[in-house]
């Protein structure tokens, strides 16, 4: 089974509809984070959260916020969707060790919003 | 522009050919991490280098952080097909943040 598991792994919306992306993890990790891809522009962080009372914003929060509801789940939500939301969303965890930041992703949620 | 860049932006070779994906920052990298990427899918973590001059390998895949700790290079020997995908750096570039830069991608595709 999947370390980090994200649902839907596709979805497509219309815009000005709210629409939540979930992410759930078993590798018992503390860290987790919510990036965007989009072609040519790498993986951007949207947010982050380092316990279940820990939540920062990234490079590009706008739009979007997030829920930490427990260790193993982080979800993130676009309130209102909007076309330039259209990318691929991408969940990781990290153990956050010592000087070890290394993240293991999931599956990732290929996102459309008409 | 981007605080971590990756050249070349895209790359195609023979089967059975060496190639060489270079990752450089402005700023001391405390930190750096290889992921690769099939098309449309998650990133899987491949190696991280921590100490200037260190050096990583699996399998056919090597990878090396200068002594300065501002470039890594990633080099695959004997190309095969299975190697093709996106191979991204990403960076901790600012002391144990817990939070990664990443580089714009390096996409290879090995023709049999």
Same mark, same amino acid.
């Given at each position: 089974d999947a370390d980090v598991t994200q649902t839907p792994r596709n979805r497509i919306t219309k815009t000005g509809k709210r629409i939540m992306l979930e992410c759930s993890q #078993?590798? $018992?990790?503390?860290r987790m984070y919510w990036y965007r891809q989009d072609p040519g522009l790498g993986l951007q962080l949207i947010y982050y959260s380092f316990d279940v009372k820990d939540i920062n914003k990234g490079e590009i929060s706008d739009g979007y916020s997030v829920s930490r /509801? +427990? /260790? +193993?789940k982080f979800s993130l939500s676009l309130e209102s969707a909007i076309p330039n939301q259209t990318a691929l969303y991408f969940c990781a965890t990290s153990p $956050? #060790?010592?000087w070890r930041n290394e993240q293991f992703f999931g599956p990732g949620t290929r996102l459309t919003v008409l | 522009s981007q605080e971590l860049e990756q050249s070349p932006q895209s790359l195609i070779v023979q089967e059975g050919k060496n190639l060489t994906i270079n990752c450089t920052s402005s700023k001391t990298l405390y930190g750096l991490y290889w992921y690769k990427q099939k098309y449309g899918e998650g990133l899987i973590f491949l190696m991280m280098l921590q100490k200037g001059g260190e050096e990583k390998s699996h399998e056919k895949i090597t990878a090396k952080l200068d002594e300065k700790k501002q470039q890594s290079s990633l080099h695959i020997t004997? %190309?095969?097909? %299975?190697?093709a995908g996106i191979y991204l750096c990403g960076a901790d570039? =600012? %002391? =144990?943040?817990g939070k990664l830069i990443f580089g714009q991608g390096t996409t290879l595709q090995v023709k049999p």
């Open positions: #078993t590798k $018992g990790h503390d /509801q +427990a /260790q +193993a $956050g #060790t010592g | 004997a %190309s095969q097909p %299975s190697h570039t =600012n %002391s =144990n943040t």
